[in-house]
Each structure stands twice: as structure tokens, then as C-alpha cells.
């Protein structure tokens, strides 16, 4: 059963667009998650963490996380066609991080 | 300064064969990890060395997979009797400290391809 559970697209919106990543876990203890953003044949590149319940902003980008559901999201502002990438879920367990299949974006110009 | 480095970006083996990937992390990074990424997935946890030694290695998937770290710095993975499901990208990544994740950084990776 996989613990990082993320639709795997395309993704697909116009540009100057919101575009909205989500994600279910179903390990209840899990405390910390991260959005990862993976180019064509490039490694995977830390945009955002969240510990907390609730919104956390870093420029054009919030991650939402809801203990209760399980659920975590990450909302892209004035989407640009270099948003297209696949997003990666993942949480920490232990100390090591576990990764969601990804949801490929693309951003239309 | 310098990322994590990985070597060979490529390698073809033939089923059978004995491969090695290096991983050079950043210089006073003492937490190294390896992942394994297959296609259309996200990436798999193998091992996590702390300094020297060997953490949690989980992840291997079975004993012909073997990692090493002599010297606290760099890391070799070693796959014996290569299998075509061993196909992958593998990737390193390093940490200041260890139990936050989040500082990793992730090197290139090395495409293996087992024909």
C-alpha cells in the first residue's frame, strides 16, 4: 500500500493561472511534509516544507496541510510555463523521506 | 560552492554484471542518502549513512545490493548479478544533520540501464 497517495496528471492550466497539487497520506503520526519539483531528467529540487496545520506562504507558492484529512496541497499562483515540471509529495519518516508517484504539471503560454 | 556529484551520469551493464555508483556529497555534509527512482514514480528510499556507517538501510530491496561510506564523505553503491528490473535512475543526496530531511540536496543521479 502506498503511504503517498498523488494524481499523476497532466496537470494541465493556463498560464497566469492558479494550479493546485494535492496529496493524501495514511500514516497518522506523520509530522512533516515537503513539496518536491522535478524537471525532465533533472533531480528533484526542495520548494516548500510544512509542519504545521494550516497555510504556508513562500512567494507564488502555499502549501495547505490538514492533519485531520490527511491531506496535503500545494497552490501554484500566476502559474508559468516554467512551473512545468512533476511535483512531488513526501513525508518524513524517520529520517528518510517518502516520495508520492508525482502529479506532472504543465503550464499553457 | 560544489553540489552533490554523482558518477557515471550513465551506465549499461549486461544482466549478470557487477556495477558501482559513486556519490561525492557536499564537503561537511555527515548525512548521505541513496534513493532509487524508477519511471513514472517518485523516488525510493535505499539507505541513509550517518558519518561511516550504515543507519537504516530498509530500503534495499535484497542482498546484492551493498552501499558503503569508509570515510564519512564519499559513497559507493554496489549492485552484484544485475537484474533488468535494477533499471532505474539512482539518486544520492546529502544533509548537514541528520532527522531533517528537508536540508537534503539531491546530486544528478546515475541512469542505469541493464540490458
Known amino acids: 500500500q502506498k503511504e503517498v497517495e498523488q494524481n499523476s496528471g497532466p496537470l494541465s492550466v493556463p498560464e497566469g493561472a492558479i494550479a493546485s497539487l494535492n496529496c493524501t497520506y495514511s500514516?497518522?503520526?506523520?509530522?512533516?511534509f515537503f513539496w518536491y519539483r522535478q524537471y525532465s531528467g533533472k533531480s528533484p529540487e526542495l520548494i516548500m516544507f510544512i509542519y504545521s496545520n494550516g497555510d504556508k506562504e513562500d512567494g507564488r507558492f502555499t502549501a495547505q496541510l490538514n492533519k485531520a484529512s490527511q491531506y496535503v496541497s500545494l497552490l501554484i499562483r500566476d502559474s508559468q510555463p516554467s512551473d512545468s515540471a512533476t511535483y512531488l509529495c513526501a513525508h518524513q519518516d524517520t529520517n528518510k523521506l517518502i516520495f508520492g508517484t508525482g502529479t506532472l504539471l504543465a503550464v499553457q503560454p | 560552492g560544489a553540489g552533490v556529484s554523482q558518477t557515471p551520469s550513465n551506465k549499461v551493464t549486461e544482466k549478470g554484471k557487477y556495477v558501482e555508483l559513486r556519490c561525492d556529497p557536499i564537503s561537511g555534509h555527515t548525512a548521505l542518502y541513496w534513493y532509487r527512482q524508477s519511471l513514472g514514480q517518485g523516488p525510493e528510499f535505499l539507505i541513509y549513512?550517518?558519518?561511516?556507517?550504515?543507519?537504516?538501510d530498509s530500503g534495499l530491496p535484497n542482498d546484492r545490493f551493498f552501499a558503503v561510506r569508509p570515510e564519512g564523505s564519499v559513497s559507493t553503491l554496489k549492485i552484484q548479478r544485475t537484474e533488468r528490473g535494477d533499471s532505474a535512475v539512482y539518486l544520492c543526496a546529502s544533509s548537514l544533520e541528520t532527522g531533517r530531511p528537508y536540508e537534503q540536496y539531491f546530486g544528478p543521479g546515475t541512469r542505469l540501464t541493464v540490458t
Open positions: 549513512f550517518q558519518g561511516t556507517g550504515a543507519a537504516d
Open positions: 500514516d497518522r503520526g506523520s509530522q512533516s
